[in-house]
């Protein structure tokens, strides 16, 4: 069934504006590493769906607040 298997590796970096700070922006990026059959489900409802190819590398910035 390693076919079937994915894996994913994902870095990120956080920015923060002191070392007790109430924010941060996070920057982080995502490599999947798919088996050779993995599949996405699409449609509705969702089913498996062999023509749809996933992404294999996603980037993300978010930032936060708290008090």
């Known amino acids: 069934y390693d076919s079937y298997n994915f894996a ?12 007790q700070a109430h924010d941060q922006v996070t920057l982080q990026y995502s490599h999947w590493f798919n088996g050779k059959y993995t599949t996405v489900r699409g449609g509705y409802p ?12 996603v980037l993300s910035l978010s930032a936060s607040m708290w008090w």
Not at 8 to 19: A, C, D, Y
């Open 8 to 19: 994913v590796l994902s870095p990120r970096v956080i920015f923060r504006t002191g070392w």
């Open 46 to 57: 969702p089913k498996p769906d062999v023509t749809i190819i996933p992404d294999e590398d």
